[in-house]
């Protein structure tokens, strides 16, 4: 048997449908010992989906009613770590398995419950959170995406399942951080209301800045704008967006028809690469070219190629040069190139695609898995692993776990409890940029670890990734700027090295070892170190574009995201959100980063915990990111349209309010118990859809809430994000904020050193009962802490002087905290 990080680690797996499956799957993927209980009529999700994430596992059918089952699973809790559930509040407590019961008969069991609202929300912890439902309550439905507001399409419904994703990667990290406490604080009990975890990973879509400068809005925010002020009705057509699209973010049409996207602005260096792979160096060169980080009232020109977007007076010359370059070659010519010139871009494609992709293949994004019910299935890989682990890329499906075996074995030994951050005392090296990689550090911050972010004297991303996104991305953080490319910049970053536990940061192979970082340099200069690594289209083994460069809404496209949400090839849109993908890498490499701790924990080595964009864009697809011979029609729900999963699962308008309408299991059941509907119960499906929409429309919302308030269908208003973040606001300065009580908490810091409030949301996904959360403070100015860093290194006032002068060192980027 190969060694795993996680083999000594046993999961009850008690989970249905999504959400604490695909954290069972997370966990077998690195190794842990995973049991999925099933009910003897077999698991409620009876698909090939639900297959792919029971690889790796054991199966155990249990009845929990009876007093024999009921037993039997306290017994097996007796031996193992890990428990998981994502019933509603209250389910596991009836069978006589609630986290009390359990934790009495093992104090060092880490039991995680995942259910839909948070349990001490007394409005919402009864509804029966469906996906979608959780979705709609959020507001993941309304105002999807730029694109959509401006062509008037509001609401419009989306398959994917990023609640139970963004959730999963939240529990995952959870456990694995809970279980590397275990020495301190003994077992404990966490829960992660998924619609918490959804709005969180939702985070810069509800994110806002008092008095907003307007040098950060995108053209077609500013056209949102205008027409709003105006009084214009938004009606665009597709056609008509491409008008509004920045050049370097955008899809064009290759000379096979494919449709290419380029998302290469914001980085100093990258618009000018897209335009010499084109063979439009000249225009490059005629293109202004000057420091993002001035006001605009000291900028030379209208706009420059080191922020974005691009200006007015160019956006239609650059996109015309660059569409009729774009068709002198077929998109698979371009991906080689740009991949080559580390210009990021990527083809489109659909999902069905990707899952047979040369690369995806061989990097381990997909694998290969023999399934007993499926024979040989393409299935997402893992979303989190370490380097140097065998068994990441080889997966077997699922097999019937030894009872008799389990029951033989001692008991887990009792043992510490006590109260604390997870990570208290962890010190983490912080040497990424943008979302993704930013968002690993701010999320160890809330569980107590000191984070130290290392920037460069010269900054090469503009000051809407850095500062607008940065002020969530990087709080609770110290900030020194240092030349990486000088030899003192390299001396000081190896005295950081020395005193750090982890490093993290989002590139490439090429781009790491580029920086002093390879694993053999890191385990010469301490062999405990860990690196978490984050980049694009990295995998458990190498692939032909494991370099190449990328961001969100790349692994988007690549993954197969933007062709079904936009309806087809000919109408991709990158998904609604800003961020989708970059906040979920994020939190899967805190996954990756547990798994690395209990490795460390047990072997005292180190190594190198992952994490990539496209595995994060195979997570938020799981529930139909497989292939097999003979598998049903890729023919969920896509485009624009697109409203819903058939009649009993779908948006609809009720006389006052869009409402969502879920009832996927009762279906006919849940229309006869509705005296305005029961005459439908017998309605031929076809026409079923237009039928309800009608009588939807005669009665408010309230009234249908009321009429399917029993039994597991609900009706929910459709809610914006918006919307929920104002209902969930407190004020920073009046303390006493709250992360147990409500499901969704937002947080206004109205004493940010930047000198404007924002609104951003509360760390309250992840609710232990003996782990602590930190609100993390606010993100720093860059370079603030820059003197006092290389103070605490053993360096000179005078030394740290010279440096500055020097360049070696910097302490600000810009004059102001946001530029204007």
Not at 94 to 114: I, K
Not at 438 to 466: C, F, H, I, K, M
Request: proline share 6%; with cysteine; glycine share 10%.
């Amino acid at each position: 048997m190969i060694d795993r990080p996680l083999s000594s680690i046993r999961v009850l797996d008690f989970g249905q449908y999504l959400a604490a499956p695909l954290v069972g799957m997370m966990l077998a993927d690195m190794g842990a010992e995973v049991i999925r209980i099933d009910p003897p009529q077999g698991p409620a999700f009876d698909d090939p989906a639900f297959d792919m994430l029971s690889r790796g596992k054991k199966t155990l059918t249990l009845d929990l009613k009876s007093p024999e089952g009921r037993e039997t699973a306290i017994e097996l809790v007796k031996r193992a770590d890990v428990v998981l559930e994502n019933f509603r509040p209250g389910v596991m407590e009836r069978l006589g398995l609630g986290p009390d019961t359990l934790r009495a008969v093992n104090d060092q069991l880490v039991y995680l419950s995942m259910p839909g609202f948070a349990s001490t929300d007394a409005e919402l912890a009864d509804l029966p959170a469906w996906e979608a439902v959780i979705a709609a309550y959020t507001g993941q439905f309304t105002d999807m995406g730029l694109n959509r507001r401006l062509m008037g399409i509001n609401p419009s419904f989306t398959p994917l399942a990023l609640a139970s994703a963004y959730g999963a990667s939240f529990g995952a990290m959870a456990v694995l951080f809970a279980l590397n406490a275990r020495d301190r604080n003994g077992g404990d009990h966490i829960e992660v209301p998924l619609a918490s975890a959804l709005l969180e990973g939702l985070i810069y879509n509800c994110e806002q800045i008092e008095d907003y400068p307007e040098r950060y809005k995108s053209p077609r925010e500013v056209e949102l704008d205008r027409r709003a002020a105006e009084g214009l009705p938004m009606n665009l057509e597709f056609d008509e967006l491409s008008e509004f699209l920045d050049p370097f973010y955008r899809t064009y049409t290759c000379a096979d028809g494919r449709g290419f996207y380029v998302v290469s602005g914001s980085v100093s260096t990258h618009p000018r690469r897209v335009l010499e792979t084109l063979g439009l160096k000249e225009l490059a060169d005629e293109l202004p070219d000057f420091s993002a980080y001035l006001d605009t009232k000291d900028w030379p020109a209208e706009w420059s190629m080191r922020n974005y977007p691009v200006g007015a007076s160019d956006r239609e010359r650059v996109s015309s040069a660059m569409k009729q370059a774009f068709l002198t070659r077929p998109s698979h010519e371009w991906e080689e190139l740009f991949g080559t010139a580390k210009a990021p871009a990527t083809a489109q494609r659909f999902t069905k695609e990707w899952l047979a992709d040369p690369h995806a293949l061989a990097s381990g994004l997909v694998l290969r898995v023999e399934d007993a019910r499926n024979g040989e299935m393409r299935q997402m890989g893992n979303v989190a692993w370490l380097a140097g682990d065998d068994g990441a890329a080889m997966k077997t499906g699922p097999a019937t776990a030894d009872l008799d075996a389990l029951l033989a074995e001692t008991p887990r030994a009792s043992g510490a409890t006590g109260q604390g951050g997870w990570l208290d005392g962890l010190k983490v090296l912080d040497l990424t940029n943008v979302i993704a990689g930013p968002t690993v550090g701010s999320t160890l911050a809330r569980y107590g670890a000191e984070v130290t972010l290392v920037q460069p004297v010269e900054p090469s991303v503009d000051p809407w990734n850095t500062v607008v996104f940065g002020i969530h991305a990087q709080r609770g953080k110290e900030s020194i700027l240092l030349n990486l490319h000088s030899d003192e910049g390299q001396e000081v970053l190896g005295k950081l090295i020395a005193e750090s536990d982890v490093i993290t940061m989002n590139g490439t192979d090429e781009q790491r070892d580029k920086l002093g970082l390879s694993p053999d340099r890191l385990e010469a200069i301490n062999p405990h170190l860990i690196l978490v690594q984050l980049d694009a289209f990295g995998g458990p083994l190498r692939g032909p574009k494991s370099d190449h460069l990328g961001y969100d809404d790349l692994a988007q496209a690549a993954t197969g995201v933007m062709v079904r949400f936009g309806g087809g090839m000919e109408t991709p849109e990158e998904h609604a959100h800003f961020g989708t993908i970059d906040v979920l890498t994020g939190f899967c490499a805190c996954a990756a980063l547990g798994g690395a701790l209990i490795r460390l924990r047990e072997t005292g080595k180190g190594g190198v915990a992952r994490a990539s964009l496209a595995a994060a864009g195979n997570l938020i697809q799981a529930q139909f990111m497989y292939d097999y011979d003979g598998r049903a029609p890729f023919d969920e729900p896509s485009g624009r349209e697109s409203l819903g999963w058939g009649p009993f699962y779908h948006c609809y308008e009720a006389a006052d309010h869009w409402m969502f309408f879920a009832a996927p299991t009762e279906q006919q059941a849940a229309l006869a118990r509705v005296s305005e509907l029961a005459d439908l119960v017998e309605a031929p499906k076809d026409a079923l859809h237009g039928q309800l929409a009608e009588r939807f429309k005669a009665h408010p919302l309230s009234h249908w809430k009321s009429a399917f308030s029993n039994g597991s269908s609900t009706v929910v208003p459709l809610s914006s994000l918006h919307d929920t973040r104002d209902a969930a606001l407190q004020l920073e300065s009046k303390g006493g904020i709250d992360l147990s009580d409500a499901t969704f908490r937002v947080i206004r810091h109205d004493q940010h050193p930047m000198g404007r409030w924002c609104d951003l949301v509360a760390p309250n996904a992840v609710r232990p009962t003996s782990g602590k959360i930190t609100i993390p403070g606010p993100m720093p100015k860059y370079g603030a802490h820059t003197r006092s860093i290389l103070t605490d290194l053993g360096y000179s006032d005078h030394h740290i002087s010279t440096m500055l002068a020097a360049g070696t060192a910097g302490e600000s980027w810009s004059e102001k905290f946001l530029p204007e």
